[in-house]
């Protein structure tokens, strides 16, 4: 086949794939958007490489994860989804820099059960109170 031809074709194919990511992305943040939450960053990607034996083969594979990080009430939180799948949960809370563990965070949350979640007297995570400004949107 024509060197020309083959070109083309490859950069049709990478343009196809960085427009399907792309997608997914901006499906991301319009999801979060949709759920309420009206401070959302831009969505980052990234790649997650799993490999498992089975018998005497190496059996490959990889899924693409969206994040993005929304503010709410002062908090930085960064939700996470597998690229294709339906819902999203919380992976982390950035408090000054720092992730702390929050167990038993509820995953798929429209923006008033963050507010609610925040406001109540549940375990919070370490730091929490650091960030935590209710009169902020």
Not at 9 to 27: D, G, M, R
Not at 105 to 133: H, I, R, S, T, W
């Amino acid at each position: 086949m024509n060197t020309k031809v083959m070109s083309a074709l490859l950069a049709v194919a990478c343009a196809v794939s960085l427009t399907a990511c792309a997608s997914n992305e901006s499906k991301f943040v319009d999801e979060l958007k949709a759920a309420g939450f009206t401070n959302v960053g831009p969505a980052r990607s990234e790649s997650e490489k799993t490999s498992k034996k089975v018998g005497k083969r190496t059996v490959k594979s990889s899924q693409k994860v969206l994040e993005v990080t929304v503010r709410v009430k002062g908090c930085d939180l960064e939700f996470e989804k597998i690229s294709g799948q339906s819902g999203y949960w919380l992976d982390e809370l950035h408090v000054n820099g720092q992730e702390p563990d929050w167990p038993g965070y509820p995953e798929n949350l429209k923006q008033p059960d963050v507010v609610k979640a925040f406001a109540g007297n549940d375990p919070k995570p370490a730091g929490f109170k650091d960030c935590y400004k209710p009169n902020e949107a």
